[in-house]
Every structure is written in C-alpha cells, then in structure tokens.
C-alpha cells in the first residue's frame, strides 16, 4: 500500500508553467513505477506521464511531449512533474498514480488530485 498527495496546481494563464509535486508514503517507494493522469469534466481520466520504479524509462503521449517533464526523487518519496508552455486544454484535475503488480495482477493507487486550470 502507498499513499499519494498532489500539490502545485492552480491558475496559469496560456504559455505560463507550473510545477506539481506528489509525495508517497507507506510503502517502499521505490518499488512503485508512477505517473501521472488527468481528468477534465465530461472526459476518461488520461495519461499525462509516466515513470518507472528506477526513473530510467518515461512515456509521454503526443499531446504533452515536448512540453511536459516528468521526474522523481525516490530518497524524497516524491515525483514531480513539471509543466510549461501550458494550454487551456490542458485544464483538469491531474492524479498522482502509482502501481506495481504481482501475479494476481496490476495495483494501481492514486492520490486526490490537484486542479489546474489554463485560461487567460
């Protein structure tokens, strides 16, 4: 079991940046590949990045690449990701997600998201 809290969101205007930040506790962090979901209103929650346990390995989708920048700090028990050249439809609630699995399947554990919203 991990726990997951999101900061960092808020306000930006298009263009600007923001940084969030997800701390975990509970379990060993470094155990966990993480990532990070978004979830606008009406739409699936969607993959923004995503992180392996050791940080070696990081997946974006096209509609962040480039722009987006995920990272973590397993001696911290934090990941971050860092947002620039924001969009405003970019604007949702973004989920800390971390998850592992064993042979009973895939456990994923998710925080209670931080809002961020783009608009001028």
């Known amino acids: 079991q991990v726990q997951l809290v999101e900061s960092g969101g808020g306000l930006v205007q298009p263009g600007g940046s923001l940084r969030l930040s997800c701390a975990a506790s509970g379990n060993i962090f470094s155990n966990y590949a993480t990532g990070w979901y978004r979830q606008a209103p009406g739409k699936e929650r969607e993959l923004v990045a995503a992180?392996?346990?050791?940080?070696?390995?990081?997946n974006y989708p096209d509609a962040v690449k480039g722009r987006f920048t995920i990272s973590r700090d397993n001696a911290k028990n934090t990941v971050y990701l860092q947002m620039n050249n924001l969009k405003p439809e970019d604007t949702a609630v973004y989920y800390c997600n971390a998850n592992t699995a064993d042979w009973r399947g895939r456990y994923d554990y998710w925080g209670q998201g931080t809002q961020v919203t783009v608009s001028s």
């Open positions: 992180i392996s346990s050791g940080g070696s390995l990081i």
